[in-house]
């Protein structure tokens, strides 16, 4: 499985962006993905995960109620709404794929990841 990444980009404190994953092979669609962001100077951190059929997701505290993540297996894809940004909310955002622990908010609990996009937020 390739993932790509994209929908990154530059805006304002309080505004919104909506990141894609999209995904190659055929097994996506089995696999939980997740999305992780890393800071300057900062150890990745979980954002947000979804199982394989979308019916059970999680979230960051730091993103609760402005982050929401979706998916949509028949396009291989998985989505990141992000309303409300903030400017602690700057980082190269990850997808990932097929959870191989059971810590969902840990990088290496995922076996697939795709090449970061870059959200800036600015204030």
């Known amino acids: 499985v390739q993932l790509q990444a994209s929908g990154g980009g530059l805006v304002q404190a309080g505004g919104s962006l909506r990141l894609a994953c999209e995904a190659s092979?055929?097994?996506?669609?089995?696999?939980?993905a997740t999305w992780f962001r890393q800071a300057p100077g900062k150890e990745r951190e979980f954002v947000s995960a979804?199982?394989?059929?979308?019916?059970?997701?999680w979230y960051a505290d730091s993103v609760k109620g402005r982050f929401t993540i979706s998916r949509d297996n028949a396009k291989k894809a998985m989505y990141l709404q992000m309303n409300g940004l903030k400017d602690e909310d700057t980082a190269v955002y990850y997808c990932?794929?097929?959870?191989?622990?059971?810590?969902?908010?840990?990088?290496?609990?995922?076996?697939?990841w795709g090449q970061g996009t870059l959200v800036t937020v600015s204030s």
């Open positions: 990932g794929a097929q959870r191989v622990r059971d810590a969902y908010d840990q990088p290496s609990s995922y076996y697939y």
């Open positions: 092979g055929r097994s996506f669609s089995s696999y939980t």
């Open positions: 979804i199982n394989w059929i979308g019916t059970s997701t």
